[in-house]
C-alpha cells in the first residue's frame, strides 16, 4: 500500500469520479454538504435502512456502512443510482484497503429507495486502475486552486452548485 493512501478518504474517491472540483474543495474542508437538502435526504435513508443489520465500522481512515463477517462482505448503502460510477469506486476502494489488512471481502451497493442491489467485486485490474486513481487524487488535492469543471447535469443537485457554479 502506498503511505498516502490512508489520507484518502471513501468519499474523496467518490468525488473524484462525480467532480474532482468538488474533491478539491471537500479535501481543502471547504464543506457545503450542512446547506444541502439531498445530502440530508441521504443521510436519512443511510441511518435508517438497514437499522438491524447496520453498524457503521470505521478504522484507518475508512468507514464502512455495515459488514457481515461472516459473509466476507462489505456494504455500502446509497440513495439512488444516479452516479454509479462513483459508488461502484467508493466501494472498490474499501475492499482495496482491506486486502491491505489481510482481508478478503466482497461488496455489495444497496438502494433502498429502488429495492436494488449491486454485488462488487476487486479484481487484479481494478487494483491497477485503483492505484492510477489514488494518485490522481493526490495530484487534485495538491493543486493550489480548484480545478475548473464542465457544467455538468448533476451540477444542480450538488450541495457546491451556488459556490461554484453561479
Request: proline share 2%.
Amino acid at each position: 500500500m502506498n503511505h498516502a493512501t490512508k489520507d484518502i478518504s471513501g468519499v474523496e474517491v467518490n468525488y473524484y469520479f462525480v467532480c474532482k472540483r468538488k474533491l478539491w474543495f471537500f479535501s481543502h474542508n471547504i464543506s457545503m454538504e450542512h446547506t444541502s437538502e439531498t445530502v440530508e435526504i441521504g443521510s436519512t435513508i443511510h441511518e435508517s435502512s438497514y437499522a438491524r443489520k447496520r453498524r457503521e465500522i470505521g478504522f484507518d481512515g475508512i468507514k464502512l456502512d455495515f459488514v457481515e463477517v461472516n459473509k466476507g462482505l462489505i456494504h455500502e448503502v446509497k440513495k439512488s443510482k444516479a452516479i454509479e460510477d462513483a459508488h461502484i469506486w467508493q466501494l472498490k476502494y474499501y475492499l482495496y484497503r482491506l486486502k491491505d489488512f489481510g482481508l478478503t471481502f466482497t461488496g455489495k451497493i444497496d438502494y433502498p429507495l429502488i429495492r436494488r442491489t449491486e454485488n462488487i467485486n476487486l479484481s487484479e485490474d481494478d487494483e491497477k486502475e485503483m492505484e492510477y486513481i489514488l494518485k490522481d487524487i493526490e495530484k487534485v488535492k495538491s493543486l493550489p486552486t480548484p480545478p475548473a469543471e464542465k457544467m455538468k447535469n448533476i451540477c444542480k443537485k450538488c450541495s457546491y452548485y451556488e459556490f461554484c457554479c453561479i
